[in-house]
């Protein structure tokens, strides 16, 4: 019985003394591996705002979470945070913390373990009718949440499309949210991605935030019935050309419209 006490104190001792080697090496390290009790993972994105991290919760058996990091100055951040965590639905990721410190905020968002909805039309082109039905709705419903709250997305498009490991949506980035109050509050400041943009917004006119979102919308569902876009160019001028002068081009294998 002695010697079993004594091997598990020399256990315990060598973890104490493992975990303090791995806080030392963590304070000499310029590689950044915590943030808050979040233990930062692989690297899975980054851009202008910042950089976007697998991390685990050092505290619940290892959750997953994805933290997102943005710099202090940057202006549209304080309104990106306040409209998307009081946003609470099935089909738009959640925003469980803000861990602010001396130059950075970390966003702690929910973990969506699929793809990108922009990859899957990528690696599988044109979807089955059923499976666009179940996408579009969600989206749907996730867009008319917002736009309930008096808000509007203002940058729908297949990047900011997730899904999680049941193939459910889960829509992210509200960089570009605005509150917006119908008639009383139109908008003139153009955001978004030229491809999904309404032609009154690269007009430079003001512009119903809610029908903004609602052209974004039908340009994702073409998307998802053709596996492109409707209008696309490497050239954004031309881009902006076709959108405010042609129709749309339906392939012939298009389903009929009542499909939804």
């Known amino acids: 019985m002695q010697a079993l006490k004594g091997q598990a104190e020399l256990v315990r001792k060598a973890k ?3 975990s303090y080697q791995e806080l030392l090496d963590e304070f000499a390290s310029h590689d950044l591996k915590s943030v808050g009790n979040y233990a930062l993972g692989r690297l899975i994105g980054k ?3 910042g950089k976007v991290y697998l991390a685990s919760h050092k505290l619940t058996n ?5 933290l997102k990091s943005a710099n202090k ?5 304080a309104r990106e945070i306040h409209h998307h965590r009081q946003f609470i639905h099935p089909h738009i990721a959640r925003l469980y ?3 602010v410190t001396e130059n950075m905020v970390w966003m702690v968002l929910e973990y969506c373990s699929g793809d990108e909805l922009y990859n899957h039309l990528l690696e599988h082109g044109p979807l089955p009718v059923p499976k666009v039905q179940k996408i579009f709705t969600q989206l749907v419903g996730a867009v008319s949440y917002v736009h309930n709250q008096s808000c509007v997305h203002r940058d729908l498009k297949l990047e900011n499309i997730l899904f999680d490991k049941h193939e459910n949506v889960k829509l992210v980035d509200f960089g570009f949210t605005r509150e917006y109050e119908g008639r009383t509050n139109h908008l003139q400041t153009f955001c978004g991605t030229i491809c999904y943009s309404a ?9 119903a935030g809610e029908k903004v979102d609602v052209w974004s919308l039908g340009i994702i569902l073409y998307a998802l019935l053709c596996g492109e876009l409707p209008f696309d160019d490497d050239d954004d001028n031309i881009t902006r050309t076709k959108i405010l002068s042609e129709d749309p081009k339906f392939p012939d294998n298009m389903p009929p ?3 939804l």
Do not use: C, H, Q
């Open 47 to 49: 851009g202008s705002f």
């Open 257 to 259: 419209r009542p499909f």
């Open 97 to 99: 913390e803000v861990i």
């Open 16 to 18: 104490l003394a493992r």
């Open 199 to 207: 032609p009154e917004m690269l007009k430079g006119e003001k512009y």
């Open 62 to 66: 290892g959750s997953k979470v994805v």
């Open 73 to 77: 100055g940057d202006s549209n951040l």
